[in-house]
């Protein structure tokens, strides 16, 4: 039982350099969410996609990119990375996003650190 | 304004010490759910429960329970006997039903850290 993936689980990039996140879930389902994690801040969220095509700005969305590449796959894009953004990062999926009952599932985290 | 906040930030028991987490919310919805996740400290998010604003009914499961009251906006995590296990990060959340089609997001409180000492 998968349930979502996310790689890599750790990086360290220096300031400016570019990555992406790869998130994956193998539940079906229709809504997938980035969020991160600072000590003190809980998660805000930075993207969602509730359904395959499209994407929306979450709390914090500056510096980041994101793609729904298909119902599975959605990955998360630091085009040019700043020390602001050393965070643990969560990928999440629920099963619908017009369904606020629904709960999401989350993936083991990416914790990158920008130097 | 939608809102969770849950005021304990760290909450040191020991070991087969009941403990209440405490989880106060704001909002304007009539429709809503809440949410209780776990973070252990190897760092996952694990979903606890989910409440419907029209079930008030508690729930038990195990040495874990779960008081929902809609006079005070509370939904409060009650361990019983609680194991060094049960150490962790516990956050509330909350979604409200009124944000219609694809704007229904959790809000989050900021969690309570519980260390559960031998």
């Known amino acids: 039982n998968a349930g979502v993936t996310q790689t890599p689980k750790f990086q360290v990039l220096k300031t400016g350099q570019s990555m992406t996140l790869q998130c994956a879930q193998d539940m079906n389902h229709n809504s997938m969410y980035w969020y991160r994690q600072d000590p003190g801040m809980g998660l805000r969220l930075i993207y969602y996609s509730a359904s395959e095509g499209t994407t929306d700005k979450g709390e914090v969305p500056n510096g980041y990119n994101v793609s729904r590449l298909n119902k599975r796959e959605f990955s998360l894009r630091l085009e040019s990375a700043a020390p602001s953004q050393t965070s643990v990062y969560f990928c999440a999926s629920s099963p619908s996003g017009t369904a606020g009952n629904q709960p999401q599932h989350f993936g083991d985290g990416t914790r990158l650190s920008i130097l | 304004a939608q809102k969770v906040t849950q005021a304990q930030t760290e909450i040191s028991v020991v070991e087969k010490e009941d403990v209440t987490l405490d989880c106060v919310y704001e909002t304007r919805d009539t429709t809503y759910y809440l949410f209780w996740y776990k973070q252990p400290p190897s760092g996952e998010l694990v979903f606890l429960i989910r409440?419907?604003?029209?079930d008030e009914q508690n729930e038990i499961s195990g040495r874990y329970s779960w008081n929902f009251q809609k006079s005070t906006s509370s939904f409060n995590f009650t361990i019983t006997a609680s194991q060094v296990v049960d150490s962790a990060v516990y956050f509330c959340?909350?979604?409200?039903?009124?944000?219609?089609?694809?704007?229904?997001?959790?809000?989050w409180g900021l969690g309570t850290s519980l260390a559960v000492n031998p």
């Open positions: 409440r419907n604003s029209f």
């Open positions: 959340a909350l979604s409200e039903a009124r944000n219609a089609g694809n704007n229904r997001k959790l809000i």
